[in-house]
């Protein structure tokens, strides 16, 4: 006696049964495939920079020189926390400065924790939110140590009022950068303003 | 069965690997891998642009002897044609501008050519008002190498890059 809805193995479902197989087996292939892949980038990749939990490299035995990670990863590492350290709406304020606290180290984020309650009084005050988007970007600096980096960047920086107008302006930031446990970090910031 | 298979190959791929992608490295970038070209492609950018991108009203054939020295016929061609431009004003006004590099990062080194993002800061005073400003402004240079010097190829707008 069968149950309701039992029923023998038909050709079709035989037939189905045979594609999901295969279509597994390539899934699985990919995947090897893949992780094969990762796992050379990261050999050949991790010759050049600190990864988070390390001190940055300073030697290896690739042909590839370490500061070139360190120069390369900074650099990209500067440029998203610009977006993220000019970036600040009033309606989401605390995300906001967590988010610029998670991205900053020593002694940056001292400052920004000391002045936490000021800027966000201050932009609800004003309520205004800013995004950004850089520019231009290059290193300035690299420690002889490959452990930190200076980064200029050209960050546009729109700030919207509460009635929808938005103004842009292009700022100049030096972000200092520092290989940490938590991968590349930002230690100082500065806005260069003209000196007059 | 083989192109169901690689279907299934090629979506495993692209999922595990596509979102993997870190900051681009760049090898060929000799960018602070050679130290001695970075430290000289930066002290060119700094002097030249210096020089050349500060003037005296009454001194601006100076300032084309200093453009030719310091750049190469490209960027020699640009920046007669730019100042022809603007020769007018720069005599009417009787400006005189002086031109500080305030910041220089190096964003790519090769052989023979350099890019480099520059912070300026420029100081213009006009003998017709008695009035002086101070702008800041970053630019993009690229040098090319004539002569085992580095020369200004190119001088342009950070921010239409």
Redesign the interface.
Known sequence: MSEPGDRRETTEDREERRERTWLLAGALIGALAAGLLLAVFLVIGNAGAPSPGSRPATSSGSSIPPVVGVRDESLAAAEQAAVVLNTLDFRTVEQGLDAWEKIATTPLLEELRAKRAETAAEVQRARTATSAKVLSAAVAKIAIDNSGTEVLLLVEVTTTDAKGAATVTQVREKLGMLATGQGWQVTSRVVVEPAG | ?WP??????????V???GG?A??????D?L???DAAETASAVATASSALSEVLSYHHEKLDENAELVKANGTERYVAAHTEQLDQVRTTITRQQQEVVT?V??????DLRADTAR??V?L?QKTTRGDNNRTT???S?V?VELRLVDKAWKLDSVSD??A?
């Open positions: 069965m169901r298979t690689l279907t299934g190959a090629l979506a495993a791929f999922l595990l690997t993997s870190s900051a681009e490295r760049q090898p970038n960018a602070f891998v500080t305030v910041g220089v990062g190096v964003r480099l993002l912070f800061d101070v702008a800041g970053a993009v950070a921010a890059q």
